[in-house]
């Protein structure tokens, strides 16, 4: 409790007060300002929305991947134990590798998928999909989007696991299709992982840096500045420490949300039950 | 230059009568943990260790790309290293931060004979902070089985690189996307200088004059020439020129031994970069004395001894095609192996770090600004002059003048 706690005291002192990275002792209190200047910025505004929207399609496209692929593995197919220990490969992936990787794949000279998008008749343009404004954020989330989807998947095949198969008989006695006995059975069983995963994805998306740092570095144009991209630069670029601490309670308050709010969906998901 | 004045003392320190007490201090630079120079840099600190017995210097090998963060917060917590090899946007910061120890009247240039190009970067708010270490030249590297006679003008450069390009082989290479940002700073501050523009004249910003856009007209004249394979990253497209598949591209001294390393049968040379104005960017990076250290007699008596012509030929050869702070002589050896580095060290004078002049402490942030800029327009989005309209708005809220 204590290595959680201290740290997270000192960033919210550290968010009140004037300090930088050539002066860590400075520490003068300036109340508000940070905070204020922080709100007032309009690019803050867009980078608060570029987050909201990177971390509810990251969420969302990596749960709903996530499950189509544990209830595939979940069947019975030939080669069934090799897929499973194969799809867990761009999970165990270190994220600088995957976003050497798809930074190549996203080329727009040599990139395979710039050349499978222009086959679909989009043109990411001349200089390709990582710099193009529209479609940058598009790219990162793809790529995020891969590496988390394996997770979620061995996750939910585990919780799959669990489906009592009696349960899953007796509605198909009473004449339930495949849909219904999902709806019914599975889904039911599933609900407290997924809300406890989509939790967990939330998080790992608002703090999600070396990928969008290193395929992006928050361009072009601030397209896929996200929280902590806008933190890191204000601390180590800009050197203002006390800004980027307030950035870092922004971050901070969000993420409490989301796991106050999962804590009350999962909650009233357990008394439906 | 003779013996110390003090017995085992290795140096006469210029204009400063104290002379260091027994002490060990640390040296940081990033070049000790370059695994080309690094080795020689520390046989340099091995050599000077034994020549005397009163100061012991220790190296601190910092990771390059955490270098500047690192020591800094380091000397901002009142600590940090004793001697600092810095690059100069983290030199400019430390030393308008008060982080750094004016050296006024300890180095005499015109006696240790400074080369005065370089030197007067290293005076911050009319006090010196520093003596050049390294000094690395950007030039126009050029394969020479692909482009036998090096172009001499901008025009010729264009179609240099226009006839280059043929299939997998392009004419030029450069960097032109957010995720290299600092090196898309580094590309375009040869073109900007090259068309005689500068982002400031030392007290107000002038990123949108006439001069600073021609420059930027000129890099985008290039880029949308397809000349060079977009989306490729440095590292990327520098094993392409090793390799025989990229012509031309304008880098430093720093470069040429680890070019050669990648490919030792490429035949290339480097020659200055033909744009109309003689004045490229240049990577300077002086050694400093922190503020804070307890020991600043004994890192001035290593700075010394560092510049004596003897210790200046090795740094030198350590550095490869780098120069150092006094004019110096290359080895046959070095001169049989590079021809041209008579070529990157002619350009000394002219070179200019990649600072926005008067605003050091700030350029992260303007470069920031700038190459978002920058990158919008090669898209498409805005004209060139538009863009730098809109950073030079931006640049002057954030200096606020």
């Known amino acids: 409790m204590v290595f959680q706690l201290v740290p997270l005291l000192q960033e919210v002192w550290l968010s009140f007060t004037k300090t930088t990275l050539l002066n860590p002792n400075l520490n003068v209190w300036v109340g508000m300002a940070n905070f204020q200047s922080v709100l007032a910025n309009p690019s803050f505004r867009q980078t608060l929305l570029t987050t909201v929207i990177y971390v509810a399609a990251c969420v969302v496209g990596s749960v709903g991947l996530g499950l189509l692929v544990a209830l595939l593995l979940n069947g019975r197919f030939p080669g069934r134990a090799v897929a499973r220990s194969l799809v867990t490969v761009p999970w165990a992936a270190p994220g600088i590798a995957v976003a050497l990787i798809a930074t190549w794949m996203f080329n727009p000279q040599f990139g395979i998928l710039t050349r499978t998008l222009r086959g679909m008749g989009i043109d990411p343009g001349p200089n390709g999909v990582l710099n193009n404004p529209q479609l940058a954020l598009g790219a990162i989330l793809v790529t995020t989007i891969w590496q988390l989807v394996p997770f979620v998947a061995v996750v939910l095949l585990s919780a799959l696991q669990g489906v009592p198969q009696e349960l899953v008989e007796a509605a198909q006695v009473d004449g339930a299709g495949r849909w219904m006995t999902f709806r019914v059975v599975t889904w039911q069983v599933l609900k407290p992982t997924i809300g406890l995963v989509a939790v967990l994805m939330t998080i790992w998306s608002l703090r999600r840096f070396e990928l969008i740092w290193l395929m992006t570095r928050g361009g072009p144009l601030g397209s896929t500045r996200t929280l902590v991209i806008d933190l890191y630069a204000q601390a180590f670029e800009s050197k203002q420490l006390g800004t980027a601490a307030a950035i870092g309670m922004v971050g901070v308050v969000i993420a409490m949300i989301v796991i106050i709010g999962g804590r009350l969906v999962a909650n009233a998901a357990a008394k439906e039950a | 230059m003779g013996a110390g004045t003090l017995a085992g003392c290795s140096s006469e320190p210029q204009g400063s009568s104290a002379t260091p007490q027994q002490a060990t201090i640390t040296f940081a630079a990033s070049t000790l943990g370059d695994p080309g120079r690094g080795p020689g840099l520390q046989k340099l600190i091995d050599e000077y260790n034994s020549s005397q017995h009163v100061v012991t210097v220790q190296p601190a090998s910092v990771p390059y790309p955490t270098f500047g963060q690192t020591v ?271 070529v990157l060290d002619e350009l000394t004078e002219s070179g200019v770090p990649q600072i926005v002049k008067g605003f050091g402490p700030q350029t992260a942030d303007i470069r920031h600004i700038v190459v978002s800029q920058v990158l919008a327009a090669l898209q498409g989005q805005q004209d060139m002059a538009t863009a730098m309209e809109k950073a030079q708005k931006q640049a002057e809220e954030l200096v606020g003048r």
């Open chain 2, 72 to 342: 800094l917060t380091q000397m901002g917590g009142g600590e940090g290293p004793d001697l600092v090899r810095f690059d100069m946007p983290e030199f400019s910061t430390a030393a308008s931060s008060g982080l750094l120890e004016p050296l006024d009247d300890k180095i005499d240039a015109q006696k240790l004979k400074l080369i005065p190009g370089p030197d007067k970067y290293l005076t911050v708010d009319e006090h010196r902070y520093g003596v050049i270490f390294e000094n690395s030249n950007y030039g126009m590297f050029y394969n020479k089985d692909l482009i036998p006679q090096a172009p001499k003008t901008f025009e010729e450069f264009v179609q240099t690189a226009k006839n280059t390009t043929k299939g997998d082989v392009y004419g030029l290479a450069f960097r032109q996307t957010q995720a290299e940002e600092a090196g898309v700073w580094q590309d375009i501050f040869n073109y900007v200088l090259g068309f005689g523009g500068d982002w400031s004249d030392g007290g107000k910003l002038t990123i949108d004059s006439p001069k600073v856009i021609e420059g930027l007209k000129a890099y985008q004249q290039l880029y949308d020439a397809n000349v060079i394979p977009k989306g490729a990253d440095a590292a990327t497209f520098r094993k392409m020129f090793a390799n025989g598949k990229v012509g031309m591209e304008l880098n430093n001294g720093g470069y040429v031994t680890a070019t050669k390393s990648a490919n030792a049968n490429l035949n290339f040379s480097v020659a200055r970069i033909p744009f109309p104005e003689k004045k490229q960017g240049a990577l300077l990076a002086p050694i400093t004395i922190n503020a804070n250290s307890k020991h600043k007699d004994a890192a001035l008596d290593f700075i010394n001894w560092l510049l004596k012509p003897d210790q200046q030929v090795k740094l030198q050869e350590v550095l490869g095609a780098s120069s150092v702070a006094t004019p110096t002589e290359r080895s046959a050896e070095s001169l049989q192996k590079f021809p041209f580095l008579p």
